[in-house]
């Protein structure tokens, strides 16, 4: 057995529930929080649109659909701008191989 042994017998039984009909069962603790599957699907949606090379003002508009025009200089200084950088490097480092730690049970920040 490896250290992931518990973990994939867990979600085989869990499937397994579902397959015959039934409630899944108690959720697992490792699972993300409500927040957290928020943040994944938020970074999900930024690695797609970074794909297709949308800007760093239109990423911005994914996480903050009412973010007000502002002008460049106010852009540069603005926090929507940082948060945003922040979003993509730890999109980055999930891609990078940080979910494993997640699907693991692990931190599930990614650094």
Do not use: N
């Not at 397994?16 to 928020?38: D, E, I, K, V």
């Not at 800007?55 to 701008?81: D, F, G, H, N, Q």
């Not at 191989?97 to 693991?104: N, V």
Request: glycine letters at 6%.
């Amino acid at each position: 057995m490896d250290r992931s042994f518990a973990l994939r017998s867990d979600a085989t039984t869990r499937f397994a529930r579902r397959c015959r009909g039934l409630t899944a069962g108690t959720r697992s603790p490792s699972l993300p929080s409500a927040f957290q599957r928020h943040r994944l699907t938020l970074m999900i949606r930024l690695a797609d649109a970074e794909a297709t090379g949308a800007s760093l003002r239109e990423l911005a508009r994914i996480v903050s659909p009412a973010m007000p025009a502002m002008s460049a200089a106010a852009w540069k200084a603005s926090s929507e701008r940082r948060h945003i950088q922040r979003l993509r490097r730890e999109t980055a480092a999930m891609i990078a191989g940080g979910y494993r730690a997640l699907l693991m049970g692990g931190d599930k920040k990614a650094r």
